[in-house]
């Protein structure tokens, strides 16, 4: 057979393509090494031919992501493992029930939404720690190990692909510090040495480093924004100056380095002054929701560059969604899909299927008569008819668009894709992809893929007394504005074998 190298070994780059003995390709690609030619939709069939650029390949597995840095890493908790919380790994969710109340496995919108545009890019490590500067990261080494130390030597057993180093910290410039004109150079080189060492240490998981500058800080309209003015006792403008130099430097040190990607948010986040575009932050410090999606489409063309492009599907296999091209409706709804909202008076209209960006999509609109309302599609699946054994391992993936028809600014958008579950007589436990929280404004549209990560219902499916697949969206604005909202069919894959916990980073 042939295989593709996903990483560099005895003599071959990533990517190369190889024809091994049978035995040695198939230990490569069990440590991780590599996918069999099969799993690489596209790649070449003929040895010896130019080999395809990464860039035209079209990848079949995933790849494996560690965040790592302050809050602006610091993606949430939503990994549980058999009862006991391990906050920095994300392998798999594994679903327990309490005896009563809710557990709620949160992953933060805000922070990373790269899956929504590469599928196949699956967060393994959440190494973010907010609050935090540079020296207090490199601290993490010396603690005690433990499940929320989220040192680099943690993420060394996470076996990233990479490595996303969102550093630089804005907590060095601004955060109790006394940054002013006479001395933001030196505080800036200071915390770039920090850098150096960090991302030395880093590179020792063999895997590539996404380093991603300091976005900005302070908002389009002159405002700082509540997140600077709280806690700042630096000088803005200088801050701001502070944040181009590193960024500069960063580029400087690391421009060749084939490991190495510094990724600058200029024209995309920021502008050339140092604060946020428009409607990029609601804090002046952290990303909006409109600003991650701009930043995740960045994030996705360098993954693209270097590892191929996205499958469009996470999880292959036979999908359990009874009517997965949704050809039995009534009145414009397919059976399988509930709609259904909140909020005093609002109204919802033009129930339909269509196509969007080549999907066939579930739509309706949602006319606003109240400050904030709400529009909630339930999807029906069998696993609890079907009674899936303990531990049956899911995964549950679909694409979202949202529009605002009348092109009015929509407040405060907001959504949440969950999996609500609750054991009979028991407790219920709730996985969040993304939580309800300010979101930022809407004035065109968004789409992309929501991804829920693996998880393992130790629970058989007899023993269930509710297993509800969601997505909800709400948007605060004035009467009559219209928003568009549609989802398409979700592939909810049971009996998943995640296998990727082998090392592909491991020396052979």
Same mark, same amino acid.
């Given at each position: 057979?042939?295989?593709?190298?996903?990483?560099?070994?005895?003599?071959?780059?990533?990517?190369?393509?190889?024809?091994?003995?049978?035995?040695?390709?198939?230990?490569?690609?069990?440590?991780? $090494?590599?996918?069999?030619?099969?799993?690489?939709?596209?790649?070449?069939?003929?040895?010896?031919?130019?080999?395809?650029?990464?860039?035209?390949?079209?990848?079949?597995?995933?790849?494996?992501?560690?965040?790592?840095?302050?809050?602006?890493?610091?993606?949430?908790?939503?990994?549980?493992?058999?009862?006991?919380?391990?906050?920095?790994?994300?392998?798999?969710?594994?679903?327990?029930?309490?005896?009563?109340?809710?557990?709620?496995?949160?992953?933060?919108?805000?922070?990373?939404?790269?899956?929504?545009?590469?599928?196949?890019?699956?967060?393994?490590?959440?190494?973010?720690?907010?609050?935090?500067?540079?020296?207090? !990261?490199?601290?993490?080494?010396?603690?005690?190990?433990?499940?929320?130390?989220?040192?680099?030597?943690?993420? $060394?057993?996470?076996?990233?692909?990479?490595? &996303?180093?969102?550093?630089?910290?804005?907590?060095?410039?601004?955060? =109790?510090?006394?940054?002013?004109?006479?001395?933001?150079?030196?505080?800036?080189?200071?915390?770039?040495?920090?850098?150096?060492?960090?991302?030395?240490?880093?590179?020792?998981? #063999?895997?590539?480093?996404?380093?991603?500058?300091?976005?900005? !800080?302070?908002?389009?309209?002159?405002?700082?924004?509540?997140?600077?003015?709280?806690?700042?006792?630096?000088?803005?403008?200088?801050?701001?100056?502070?944040?181009?130099?590193?960024?500069?430097?960063?580029?400087?040190?690391?421009?060749?380095?084939?490991?190495?990607?510094?990724?600058?948010?200029?024209?995309?986040?920021?502008?050339?002054?140092?604060?946020?575009?428009?409607?990029?932050?609601?804090?002046?410090?952290?990303?909006?929701?409109? #600003?991650?999606?701009?930043?995740?489409?960045?994030?996705?063309?360098?993954?693209?560059?270097?590892?191929?492009?996205?499958?469009? &599907?996470?999880?292959?296999?036979?999908?359990?969604?009874?009517?997965?091209? !949704?050809?039995?409706?009534?009145?414009?709804?397919?059976?399988?899909?509930?709609?259904?909202?909140?909020?005093?008076?609002?109204?919802?209209?033009?129930?339909?299927?269509?196509?969007?960006?080549?999907?066939? !999509?579930?739509?309706?609109?949602?006319? @606003?008569?109240?400050?904030?309302?709400? $529009?909630?599609?339930?999807? %029906?699946? +069998?696993?609890?008819?079907?009674?899936?054994?303990?531990?049956?391992?899911? =995964?549950?993936?679909?694409?979202?668009?949202?529009?605002?028809?009348?092109?009015?600014?929509?407040?405060?958008?907001?959504?949440?894709?969950?999996?609500?579950?609750?054991?009979?007589?028991?407790?219920? %436990?709730?996985?969040? &992809?993304?939580?309800?929280?300010?979101? #930022?404004?809407?004035?065109?549209? @968004?789409?992309?893929?929501?991804?829920?990560? +693996?998880?393992?219902?130790?629970?058989?499916?007899?023993?269930?007394?509710?297993?509800?697949?969601?997505?909800?969206?709400?948007?605060?604005?004035?009467?009559?504005?219209?928003?568009?909202? =549609?989802?398409?069919?979700?592939?909810?894959?049971? #009996?998943?074998?995640?296998?990727?916990?082998?090392?592909?980073?491991?020396?052979?």
């Amino acid at each position: 057979m042939t295989i593709r190298l996903l990483r560099q070994w005895n003599g071959y780059e990533d990517g190369d393509i190889a024809t091994l003995t049978g035995s040695e390709e198939s230990r490569l690609v069990g440590l991780g $090494l590599a996918t069999y030619a099969a799993e690489v939709i596209g790649s070449p069939s003929t040895l010896g031919a130019d080999l395809v650029p990464a860039t035209q390949v079209t990848r079949g597995t995933p790849v494996r992501i560690v965040m790592f840095g302050d809050s602006a890493a610091n993606i949430g908790d939503i990994s549980k493992t058999d009862g006991i919380n391990y906050d920095q790994y994300y392998e798999a969710a594994v679903v327990t029930h309490q005896v009563s109340g809710i557990l709620d496995m949160i992953l933060d919108p805000t922070k990373t939404t790269i899956s929504r545009k590469y599928p196949l890019a699956q967060i393994v490590g959440n190494c973010g720690i907010s609050g935090q500067n540079t020296t207090q !990261m490199l601290a993490r080494d010396a603690l005690a190990a433990s499940s929320t130390r989220r040192a680099a030597t943690d993420l $060394l057993a996470m076996n990233p692909h990479v490595v &996303i180093y969102r550093g630089q910290s804005i907590n060095d410039l601004y955060a =109790g510090s006394t940054v002013n004109a006479g001395n933001w150079k030196s505080v800036a080189n200071a915390v770039f040495v920090n850098d150096i060492a960090i991302v030395e240490r880093l590179l020792q998981s #063999g895997a590539y480093v996404f380093f991603e500058t300091i976005f900005a !800080m302070g908002l389009a309209d002159g405002t700082e924004g509540v997140a600077v003015t709280t806690a700042a006792t630096a000088d803005p403008a200088s801050v701001r100056l502070a944040i181009n130099y590193l960024h500069d430097l960063a580029v400087s040190r690391y421009s060749g380095n084939k490991k190495v990607n510094v990724l600058s948010s200029v024209g995309i986040l920021r502008s050339s002054d140092g604060r946020f575009l428009n409607n990029c932050s609601v804090d002046g410090v952290h990303l909006s929701l409109h #600003g991650d999606n701009m930043w995740a489409e960045y994030e996705s063309v360098v993954l693209q560059g270097i590892f191929g492009k996205s499958s469009n &599907i996470r999880y292959p296999g036979a999908s359990i969604f009874p009517d997965p091209l !949704m050809l039995t409706q009534t009145a414009g709804v397919c059976n399988s899909i509930a709609i259904a909202f909140s909020g005093s008076g609002a109204t919802i209209a033009n129930k339909k299927t269509e196509v969007i960006n080549n999907i066939n !999509m579930q739509t309706s609109e949602l006319t @606003l008569s109240n400050v904030a309302c709400s $529009l909630t599609y339930t999807f %029906t699946h +069998p696993s609890i008819a079907n009674n899936y054994p303990a531990n049956t391992i899911y =995964g549950i993936e679909y694409d979202y668009y949202i529009e605002s028809v009348n092109g009015e600014v929509l407040k405060q958008l907001t959504f949440t894709a969950r999996v609500d579950s609750t054991k009979t007589g028991q407790g219920r %436990t709730l996985i969040d &992809i993304v939580k309800t929280t300010n979101c #930022g404004d809407l004035t065109n549209s @968004l789409s992309g893929k929501l991804v829920i990560p +693996p998880f393992k219902m130790v629970e058989p499916s007899s023993g269930l007394a509710t297993f509800i697949i969601s997505f909800s969206i709400g948007a605060t604005g004035t009467a009559g504005e219209v928003l568009k909202v =549609g989802v398409s069919a979700p592939r909810i894959v049971p #009996g998943l074998s995640l296998n990727q916990l082998q090392n592909p980073n491991a020396l052979v």
